[in-house]
C-alpha cells in the first residue's frame, strides 16, 4: 500500500503541473483574435505565455527537486491572488479573488503535494 501512495505523491503534481500548464496556455490564444500581422501576434503569443514558460521551466527542475516546485507553486498562487486582487480594484475585492481560485487553488495543491514529496524523499 504504501508504494501506492508513493507513486500519487509522484505523480499528481507533475500531471497537475502539465494540465495546469495547458489551462494558462489556453488564455494566450485570444491574440489570434486581435487582427496583428505575424510578429504583432508571435510577440503577443510569447508575451501572454512567459507565465508558462516559467511554470514549464519550474515543473523540469520540480521533476528531480520538489522543494522549487512546492515553494514556487505556492508562491505562484500567492501572487496570483494578489494581483488578482488588485488588479480588478473597482470591484469588490471578494469578487477578483473568487475568480483568481481557479488558478490559485489548483497551484497551492500541486505545491503541497510537491512538499510532500520532498518531505517523503527527504527521509
Request: hydrophobic content about 60%; proline content about 5%.
Amino acid at each position: 500500500m504504501p508504494k501506492k501512495i508513493n507513486k500519487f505523491i509522484y505523480w499528481t503534481p507533475r500531471i497537475l503541473s502539465i494540465i495546469l500548464i495547458l489551462f494558462l496556455t489556453i488564455f494566450s490564444f485570444d491574440v489570434f483574435e486581435e487582427g496583428l500581422n505575424f510578429w504583432q501576434t508571435a510577440l503577443a503569443l510569447f508575451m501572454h505565455n512567459i507565465p508558462v514558460l516559467i511554470l514549464l521551466i519550474v515543473l523540469l527542475i520540480s521533476w528531480n527537486y520538489e522543494i522549487v516546485g512546492g515553494i514556487v507553486f505556492i508562491l505562484a498562487g500567492i501572487s496570483q491572488m494578489i494581483l488578482s486582487v488588485a488588479r480588478e480594484a473597482p470591484d469588490p475585492w471578494y469578487i477578483a479573488l473568487s475568480w483568481s481560485l481557479i488558478l490559485v487553488v489548483p497551484a497551492f495543491i500541486i505545491g503541497i503535494l510537491f512538499l510532500m514529496g520532498w518531505f517523503k524523499k527527504k527521509k
